[in-house]
């Protein structure tokens, strides 16, 4: 950044022409430890995210033509590249979700960070919901139990055909903390197709610069249908790109657009883009799309404290905290119908009564929600007990997010 051209300072009657310094850049610190070493993509990479989520690099280059791409780890956190040095993107990083199969009739998965899909419905059982905080509706099943509309997935926006099986937006602008895309429903069939999957969501953070000249990818997952279904809906929305560094500059593409379906020309929600950033005069970047992109100077790559809200017990079972990936259980036939859910929030400032939701997704039927608030006041960390309705007979899915 260039704060003038010419200083002019007048001494006896004579004009110098100064040129000042480019000024220092701000000392900023991305977390990295730098263990992790130099990472230099050469060819098709696949990484398995660590179980913190967190990659301590001192340099990232991704060459041109190259992909580098990532398996999820068990808790389905989001990833988080960080870096001493400078990281430089020429080819193409993928977080994108799957489109969901009917054959084998199967949901399609989030990226890391991001919801699966719905499952597929089967003669007269109905499909399932998405996962996620705009997840869409499963479709409806009926004779001859041909394949029905499902909803699409939302994030940052919803999607460009908006029915009342449609996701709702949800989440920060600031992406902190960041979260990925939600799933779309399944749809009805012989079977049907499942749900498609979320966009990931990834931040770089770099003690000197980002520079991107690629592509950065968290699409949501496709859900097309066959030429004799014509299927709407049940795409999964886009997922969430995070950059912070001093400098971040570039022309390339970050893409967090949602899943189409072709036959109908339906897409699901957008996800969500953050640029953090001290010096802005380089960024010339292709966003997709720009509705949902926000620019700021919010220098962290994590918030301190960082506040987190955990299932931490499902009907007896005791589940490990930082888990984001869904609860899942299964309660047979004969079993009581009231269950208990323990919720933890840790880190919320300011204390006071954190508005929660719980959200119970069956393998086959529409969502349960549960409202209810833990209060921060009795203690760090605090618990709620909330009393629910687990469905019987069938395989269910269990999230917790604040409102």
């Excluded at 280059?61 to 808790?75: C, I, M, Q, S």
Aim: some cysteine.
């Amino acid at each position: 950044m260039n704060i003038g051209r010419l200083a002019w300072f007048g001494l006896a009657g004579i004009c110098l022409a100064l040129t000042p310094p480019a000024p220092a850049q701000p000392a900023f610190n991305s977390g990295s430890t730098g263990a992790d070493g130099i990472l230099d993509v050469t060819t098709l990479t696949i990484l398995d995210v660590p179980p913190n989520g967190i990659f301590n690099f001192t340099t990232v280059t991704v060459r041109a033509g190259r992909t580098l791409r990532f398996n999820r780890n068990v808790l389905n956190t989001p990833v988080h590249i960080l870096a001493t040095g400078d990281i430089r993107i020429d080819g193409t990083i993928d977080v994108s979700g799957q489109s969901g199969t009917s054959s084998p009739p199967v949901a399609g998965a989030g990226g890391p960070g991001g919801f699966d899909g719905g499952t597929p419905g089967i003669l007269g059982v109905a499909p399932g919901a998405g996962q996620g905080p705009g997840a869409g509706l499963g479709g409806t099943p009926s004779p001859p139990y041909e394949n029905s509309s499902a909803g699409s997935a939302a994030y940052g926006s919803r999607t460009n055909h908006v029915t009342d099986k449609d996701g709702e937006v949800y989440g920060s602008a600031l992406l902190v903390p960041l979260v990925g895309g939600s799933g779309g429903g399944g749809t009805s069939g012989q079977p049907g197709r499942g749900g498609a999957g979320g966009g990931g969501a990834i931040l770089l953070s770099s003690n000197t610069k980002v520079e991107v000249f690629g592509t950065i990818r968290a699409r949501g997952g496709d859900n097309d249908g066959t030429s004799g279904s014509l299927v709407s809906g049940g795409q999964g929305s886009g997922g969430a790109i995070r950059c912070v560094a001093p400098v971040v500059s570039g022309t390339g593409t970050l893409d967090v657009r949602g899943g189409r379906t072709s036959w109908t020309n339906t897409e699901g929600g957008a996800g969500r883009i953050r640029i953090d950033t001290i010096y802005r005069s380089q960024l010339a970047f292709d966003y997709q799309p720009t509705t949902v992109v926000s620019i700021g100077s919010y220098m962290a790559s994590f918030a301190t404290p960082q506040p987190r809200l955990d299932i931490i017990s499902v009907a007896g079972r005791a589940i490990l905290e930082g888990t984001g990936e869904a609860v899942s259980i299964f309660m047979p036939l004969g079993s009581s119908a009231s269950q208990t859910i323990t919720l933890q929030a840790r880190d919320f400032v300011p204390q006071g009564n954190i508005p929660v939701r719980i959200q119970l997704t069956p393998q086959d039927g529409d969502p349960v929600v549960y409202d209810t608030t833990i209060n921060m006041s009795q203690g760090n960390p605090a618990t709620r007990d909330v009393e629910v309705a687990i469905p019987q007979n069938t395989l269910t899915f269990i999230h917790a997010w604040t409102r």
